[in-house]
């Protein structure tokens, strides 16, 4: 173990860079804060480096091995978070390297997003897919980052139980034979009109705007979920849970 007491070292400076997109992809790395998030990447062995408050104590049941550790300030802890009231455990984590072409697709079931920029939808649908059992969450041009501080909250911890992919959607929609269910009012029918499979993928888009029109092209049905109130729409990480349990049998 090392201590740092100072605001101004070198590698606190280093690792602040993280809540940047540009400093997290050059260095294949991103921040996590709290016991339970740590917890869960410590499980799926995301963690490359743990980082601890001086008053507070690494659970006894944690097996982190020879994953360095280092002791921080309050002073310091307060700089490095970005919480309003640190938890006083954070860690350093390698991002995931799933490749769109050694990804299994027959079997399987997958959720697509579609520019959705919101980093609390992301998160969320990322963390349902987690509960609905999906395989993989593939996301698309235009989306927030996976590793966005905010989605690595919302998510929490299914970030690390399920593939997370960044890649093109025509690419992936090219390459698969299963049933494609793209969500839409135009030319949709009725989601409760499809048969629940072991096997499908589910394309959901931007908040405002849907998913392209290229893509819907590609699908092999397009679902809308009726409104039987006053409502205008339904939230697109909501939309997404209610599909994903009814399409998944």
Same mark, same amino acid.
């Given at each position: ?5 100072? +605001? ?5 400076? !280093?690792? =602040? ?11 294949? #790395? ?7 998030? %740590? ?16 008053? $507070? ?14 002791? +921080?300030?309050?002073?310091? $802890? =307060? ?10 455990? $954070? ?8 490749? #769109? ?32 059992? $999906? ?5 698309? !041009? ?8 905010? +989605? ?18 025509? !690419? ?5 034979? &299963? ?5 839409? #009012? ?7 009109? %499809? ?11 931007? !908040? ?33 849970? &209610? ?7």
């Amino acid at each position: 173990m090392k201590q740092i007491t100072s +605001v101004k070292n070198q590698q606190i400076k !280093e690792w =602040k860079k993280l809540y940047t997109k540009k400093e997290r992809d050059k260095q294949g #790395l991103f921040l996590i804060e709290g016991y339970h998030l %740590v917890e869960e990447a410590l499980k799926e062995n995301f963690i490359d480096h743990l980082i601890v408050h001086e008053n $507070m104590d690494i659970p006894h049941t944690w097996n982190y091995g020879d994953i360095p550790v280092t002791i +921080v300030t309050d002073d310091v $802890m =307060k700089v490095l978070s970005d919480t309003e009231a640190p938890q006083g455990i $954070m860690a350093v984590c390698h991002k995931q390297e799933e490749q #769109l072409a050694k990804l299994n697709v027959a079997g399987k079931k997958f959720l697509l997003i579609d520019s959705v920029q919101d980093p609390g939808n992301i998160g969320t649908m990322i963390r349902t897919a987690d509960a609905a059992g $999906m395989d993989a969450v593939i996301l698309g !041009e235009g989306c927030a980052d996976p590793y966005n501080p905010k +989605v690595v909250r919302s998510t929490q911890g299914s970030l690390f139980h399920l593939p997370i992919l960044k890649a093109p959607l025509d !690419e992936f929609l090219n390459k698969i034979n &299963i049933p494609v269910y793209g969500t839409a #009012l135009e030319g949709g029918i009725p989601y409760q009109e %499809v048969e629940p499979s072991n096997e499908f993928a589910l394309l959901v888009g931007n !908040e405002g705007q849907g998913v392209s029109k290229h893509l819907l092209a590609k699908t092999t049905k397009n679902l809308y979920i009726p409104i039987y109130g006053k409502s205008e729409s339904l939230n697109v990480a909501i939309a997404a849970s &209610i599909l994903m349990y009814y399409i998944r049998k």
